[in-house]
């Protein structure tokens, strides 16, 4: 049997459907994989192993009896640890949740269920997806499976970390700022934030609803494709889910980018970038052109004003939607005698990481009488300018090319205490999210250390297909895909 962690997701499927391996053989090799190599990287908070091999005993069953399986039978995949699962805890890496159980699943686990993909378990993250670097984790940090000592993005580091490991060939992030692109970029693999709308937010814990979007983490687009038409879709318990039609993906990836117009924002490549990153995306520029697609540059106006609306707007939300955690209803309670006020203080004080806290307050100021108006008002009308620049763009051009962070992945414990610096790298990747845009990011290349560098497609409003096919065509036309971490199984 060849190594099942070198086959992509559709190539597991197809080995399961034509009988050549079991869904059983499949999880308990990741099974495997997880326990021997999580250990140093710490992907994972939780391992569902016990109900994965109920699962994969469950798809064998039906394929003996001749039963229809569904598209994602006996792939192995893991979920951020922010997706609500049912029986299954979900903590968002915070001790405010640790305990916390939910008694539902959201929409897109409920269709990873029907589509038979096998639940390996929940990956670390930032505190409530706050973070760049997975550092803020409330449990302990993940590591970059390319250098242990690097941090493997943020904030939905383990997902990353896990496809890039080879301990799922899939995972499931969210994306509020950047968290699935930049993680994609510093762990070389692919990373999908789809349009906003495209997938049902039903079930993931809020940070800022109308940023957040859940996306996919894959070791190629093809794989992105699969999963992608799996979870998408109109789901009428989230009022914000679009009703657009679901595309074909994979039919779609096969089509000719030949004539496509493809556009280079020069303020993404002006001053703070690393010479590194900045080349490789000037290679991925060339690549498009050797494939016949045209490249021009473009003008993004109002970029720099992006990193201070985003963290104007985005914290504003979050103190509004993490007012919910007060000690009473669900998730920690503070121990003794005390009355409300106390009791909501100390369980929220106790429960709450530095950074959480940070951006509580920061939203918090941002929405206090006096100064609505001067931030979070402002801030709403510099994003329709920045949704507007995008709009103008990509009414003449197909996409934008662009990176996604301006280095490659940080050591641990260089970034964490400077916090603003950290905010000011969201600079490339929060812009899509506040004009509601769909952006895949991909490996163009190594920089500093060997490390990967990511470069990201930023389309018009659900036209995933498009970055699908153009990632997918820079694939077959290059090798960095080719490398991989150096990880040994001792």
Known sequence: MPDLIELSAGDLHRKLVAGDVTARQIVEHFLDRIEQIDGRIGAFNTVTAEAALDKAADIDARLDKGETVGPLAGVPIALKDNLCTRGVPTTCSSKILEHFVPPYDATVVERLDLADAVLLGKTNLDEFAMGSTTESSAFAPSANPWDLSRVPGGSSGGSAAAVAADLAPLALGSDTGGSIRQPASFCGVTGLKPTYGRVSRYGLIAYASSLDQIGTFSRDPRDAALLLEVIAGH??????????????????????????????????????????????????????????????????????????????????????????????????????????????????????????????????????????????????????????????????????????????????????????????????TSATNLAGLPAIAFNAGTGEGGLPIGVQLMGRPFEESGLLRLAHAFRQATDHHLARPNLTED
Do not use: W
């Open 235 to 428: 789901d009428p318990r989230d009022s914000t889910s679009a009703r657009e039609p679901v595309p074909d993906y994979a039919t779609e990836l096969e089509k000719e980018v030949a004539g496509m117009k493809i556009g280079l924002p020069r303020e993404y490549l002006a001053e703070g970038i690393a010479l590194d990153v900045e080349a490789a995306v000037r290679a991925a520029a060339d690549a498009y052109q050797g494939l016949g697609a045209e490249v021009v540059d473009i003008s993004l106006p109002h970029t720099e004003y992006a990193v201070a609306t985003y963290y104007i707007i985005g914290t504003a939300e979050a103190s509004s939607n993490l007012a919910r955690f007060d000690g009473i209803h669900y998730g920690r309670r503070a121990d003794g005698k005390m009355n409300v006020d106390e009791l909501y203080s100390r369980s929220r004080s106790e429960g709450l990481g530095d950074e959480v806290k940070r951006r509580i307050m920061l939203g918090t100021f941002a929405l206090s009488a006096g100064y609505y108006d001067a931030y979070y008002l402002k801030a709403l009308k510099v994003r329709r300018l920045i949704k507007k620049d995008f709009d103008d763009a990509l009414a003449g051009v197909d996409c934008i090319l662009a990176p996604v962070a301006p280095t490659v992945a940080y050591k641990q414990g260089e970034m964490i205490d400077d916090p603003l610096s950290l905010y000011l790298a969201d600079i490339y």
